[in-house]
């Protein structure tokens, strides 16, 4: 089973930064991307960020140049650092990862974390 642990949440002041990590750890044959979530209370998940294996990173459009995603790939690590941090930022931050669990998987499979509380204020 793969499993994703999350760390870096807590409560910080508008204007400052948060950096997040998560680690994939179990059975795993190739990771293809992996990226962050958001979910704020009352409202739908919604991508923050997400970085392919091979590929340029994606993100959301309120992200507006503010976070970096970043991976190490040898370590099965995804990053997210997160500048000039907004009240309307504040959410519960779940990070995912398409994994395949065989080289004779035919289809990546999402897998979640538990998430992490970002609070944003003053």
């Known amino acids: 089973q793969v499993q994703l642990v999350e760390s870096g949440g807590g409560l910080v002041q508008p204007g400052g930064s948060l950096r997040l990590s998560c680690a994939a750890s179990?059975?795993?044959?190739?990771?293809?991307?992996m990226g962050w979530y958001r979910q704020a209370p009352g409202k739908q998940r919604e991508l923050v960020a997400l970085?392919?294996?091979?590929?340029?990173?994606k993100y959301g459009d309120f992200v507006k140049g503010r976070f970096t995603i970043t991976r190490d790939n040898a370590k099965n690590v995804v990053y997210l650092q997160m500048n000039s941090l907004e009240p309307d930022d504040t959410a519960v931050y779940y990070c995912?990862?398409?994994?395949?669990?065989?080289?004779?998987?035919?289809?990546?499979?999402?897998?979640w974390g538990q998430g992490t509380q970002v609070t944003v204020s003053s």
């Open positions: 970085i392919p294996r091979d590929a340029s990173a």
């Open positions: 995912n990862a398409q994994v395949k669990i065989t080289p004779l998987t035919t289809k990546y499979s999402d897998y």
């Open positions: 179990g059975t795993m044959f190739r990771i293809y991307s």
